[in-house]
């Protein structure tokens, strides 16, 4: 059974940092892709970041520059380092983890005012 457990939301100041993490329990997931999605009040889910197996990553434009995902297979762990923290930043941010079928968590909620 896969879980996938975020933390490290919360709320921030505009230009102010945080890093989310998500542990996935259940076996190894080294040769999957895991990724962050997010979701604004009133909007689609986005993708954000995504991960290889190899350490090959992709950035939404939006964000480029701005966040960072990393990941450590040894404790199935993928992180989100969230630098310059602006408003538009605010949404519920969702761990992915991509097998044969899709793997989500439960969201962790970041909210970026002063």
């Known amino acids: 059974q896969v879980q996938l457990v975020e933390s490290g939301g919360g709320l921030v100041q505009p230009g102010g940092s945080l890093r989310l993490s998500c542990v996935a329990s259940?076996?190894?997931?080294?040769?999957?892709?895991m990724g962050w999605y997010r979701q604004a009040p009133g909007k689609q889910r986005e993708l954000v970041a995504t991960?290889?197996?190899?350490?090959?990553?992709n950035y939404v434009d939006s964000v480029k520059g701005q966040f960072t995902i990393t990941r450590d297979n040894g404790k199935n762990t993928v992180y989100l380092q969230m630098n310059s923290l602006k408003p538009e930043n605010t949404a519920v941010y969702y761990c992915?983890?991509?097998?044969?079928?899709?793997?989500w968590g439960q969201g962790t909620q970041v909210t970026v005012s002063s």
């Open positions: 259940g076996s190894s997931y080294r040769i999957y892709i």
């Open positions: 991960i290889t197996p190899g350490d090959i990553k």
């Open positions: 992915n983890l991509r097998m044969t079928n899709d793997y």
